[in-house]
């Protein structure tokens, strides 16, 4: 009698267990920007994307370049009263529920973000579009590529 009620107590806690034991996350699908390739390419290095940066109405040269394929590394550039500011550094993608991604990136006076992506095709980013630190302030950007 010992036996089948241990029996039967270890069937009810195993039956409770997988109940209660979180379902497995599915892997993420990646959406437009979920990756850092599709900002700097997978095999060859990408083409730069190339822009302005706007504060108080005065529209300011940005560049974003990939610096290697296969890497999270940018150099970005923005040219400010004629004289040219440059950082290169790694940069961050954040990838919500949905694949979508959002990337962080250095300048020269602090950090980039972007608000917006656009994917032509795929996941490859052709316009990114967002808020950037300048000497004079956070600015509003977009750069695109072909």
Known sequence: MHRVMLSTACCAAAALALLTAPAPASAVVYGCGGRYTDY????????PFVGSAVLDGVSRAMTVAPVKADDNMLSV?????????????DFEVRTDTTGRGQIFFSSYSGEGVST?????AGTRVTSITGMVATQDGPAEFTV???
């Open 144 to 146: 695109t590529r072909p």
């Open 77 to 89: 550039e923005i040219v400010t009263a004629g004289q040219s500011r440059q950082t290169t550094a």
């Open 40 to 47: 700097v390419g997978a095999l060859a290095v990408d083409a």
């Open 116 to 120: 917006n992506l656009i994917c032509t």
